[in-house]
């Protein structure tokens, strides 16, 4: 079912949130918690704020893909190849954070003036089928919120086992 105008401004100001929800949740974390990982195979804050960069960098170009040309593939891919192979602890994050606020920039802007038929674009995505521009906002919309979220119960973890 598609979205209303007032459900679609809301995820929108949701999206643009983002980053300064993501910087709150990381400026709680000690610097030395930021490596730690709750358990093998968990990521660490650190982790996790790369891995927003990378989905950010990623969500950009998707987003332009669904409007931009016609029945576009959307890739999927593996989060966690990308964290160990591109050594995410040894990527600084003032890029990365740099990075999710530009992106978010950028698209917020885009989505805001966007005419109303570009909000029935569809593409494929390798992963889940059908995927359009509404797909994108909704999956979007609360994905470095959820990282955010996961980067307060991954400091609170490392602070109840540092108890």
């Not at 969500?59 to 890739?75: D, F, K, M, N, S």
């Amino acid at each position: 079912m598609p979205m209303t105008h007032e459900e679609r401004e809301q995820l929108i100001a949701a999206y643009a949130d983002g980053p300064r929800r993501l910087r709150f949740a990381l400026e709680a974390v000690p610097p030395e918690a930021r490596q730690w990982r709750p358990a093998p195979g968990k990521w660490s804050v650190h982790e996790i704020v790369c891995h927003c960069a990378d989905a950010e960098a990623n969500a950009h170009g998707r987003l332009r893909y669904l409007l931009c040309e016609p029945q576009p593939t959307v890739i999927g891919y593996d989060q966690d190849a990308w964290a160990r192979v591109l050594d995410y602890h040894a990527h600084p994050l003032d890029p990365a954070l740099a990075t999710v606020d530009a992106v978010r920039a950028n698209s917020v802007a885009l989505l805001r003036r966007l005419p109303a038929q570009a909000w029935s674009r569809m593409g494929r995505h390798t992963e889940s089928g059908p995927y359009g521009v509404e797909d994108w906002l909704r999956t979007y919309a609360a994905h470095v919120e959820g990282h955010a979220r996961q980067i307060e119960r991954t400091h609170a973890a490392w602070k109840e086992r540092r108890a």
